[in-house]
C-alpha cells in the first residue's frame, strides 16, 4: 500500500501541480484535496492520511491552527508544511504546532517526494537553511550558556537514541544500529521528550543541535 496524501491549499493551480508531481512516484497516492484549514481538519479525520502537505496562509483556521488540531487528535500523521515562507515566525510556531517537515515551495520535485517518504517513515525534514533560522530564534528564547540540567538527566542510552533522532533516523532504524526492539525505542523517546520538555522529534532534534550532541 502506497503512502496516502492530503494536499491542502488554497489555490487551485498548485494543488494541481501537486498532484500530477505526486502521481509520478507509484509509491504515493493522493487521496485527498482542502482549500482552507476547516476542510483539512475534517479530511484528515476522514481519510485518516500518512502525510499532510500543509499550506500556512489560508481563509479561515490557517495551516498553523490546522495543524495543532490534527497532531492533537492524530499524532500519528506526518505533516510538512509547504510554503513561501521562511520567516523565523512563521518556522517556530509551525515546529511547536508538531509539523515534521518545513519545506519551500520551489523546492524541487524530487526533494519533495524523498521528504514525503521521509516523513512517512517517522523522520523530521528541514531544510537546512531554515534550520539555521530556527536555530537562531531557539537560542533567542534561551539565554543559558551550557547545558541544563535536563539535558544530563538523560542516560547514556537516551543520549545515543537522541543523536540518531537528530540524524533523522526512524525508530525501526534506530533500533537496528542499536541492536534494541523498536518498543525500547519508544520507550526511550518518551522519556526523551519527558525530561526535555518536548513534544515531538523535531524538537528533540533541534534540543540536540543546539546543545552540540551533533553537528549539522
Request: proline share 3%; net charge negative.
Amino acid at each position: 500500500m502506497g503512502i496516502k496524501i492530503l494536499i491542502v491549499d488554497d489555490h487551485v493551480l498548485l494543488r494541481e501541480g501537486l498532484v500530477k508531481i505526486l502521481s509520478l512516484d507509484n509509491d504515493l497516492e493522493v487521496i485527498g484535496e482542502a482549500s482552507r484549514g476547516e476542510e483539512a481538519v475534517a479530511l484528515a479525520r476522514e481519510l485518516t492520511p500518512d502525510v499532510i502537505l500543509m499550506d500556512i496562509n489560508m481563509p479561515g483556521i490557517n495551516g498553523i491552527e490546522a495543524t495543532k488540531v490534527i497532531k492533537t487528535e492524530m499524532p500519528q500523521i506526518g505533516i510538512i508544511a509547504l510554503t513561501i515562507h521562511d520567516d523565523e515566525e512563521y518556522i517556530f510556531e509551525l515546529v511547536r504546532a508538531g509539523v515534521s517537515g518545513y519545506v519551500l515551495k520551489d523546492i524541487q520535485p524530487e526533494r519533495l517526494i524523498a521528504a514525503i517518504k521521509d516523513v512517512a517513515q517517522g523522520k523530521s525534514v528541514i531544510h537546512p537553511a531554515i534550520t539555521a533560522k530556527l536555530l537562531g530564534e531557539f537560542n533567542r528564547l534561551s539565554e543559558r550558556k551550557t547545558r541544563p540540567s535536563s539535558f544530563d538527566d538523560l542516560t547514556i542510552r537516551e543520549l545515543d537514541v537522541l543523536e540518531l533522532i537528530a540524524k533523522g533516523m526512524a525508530n525501526k532504524d534506530i533500533a537496528q544500529s542499536l541492536f534494541i526492539s523498536e518498543k525500547t525505542v519508544k520507550n526511550h523517546i518518551t522519556n526523551i521528550f519527558r525530561k526535555l520538555s518536548v513534544d515531538d522529534r523535531t524538537q528533540a532534534a533541534l534540543y540536540a543541535i543546539k546543545n552540540k550532541l551533533v553537528n549539522l
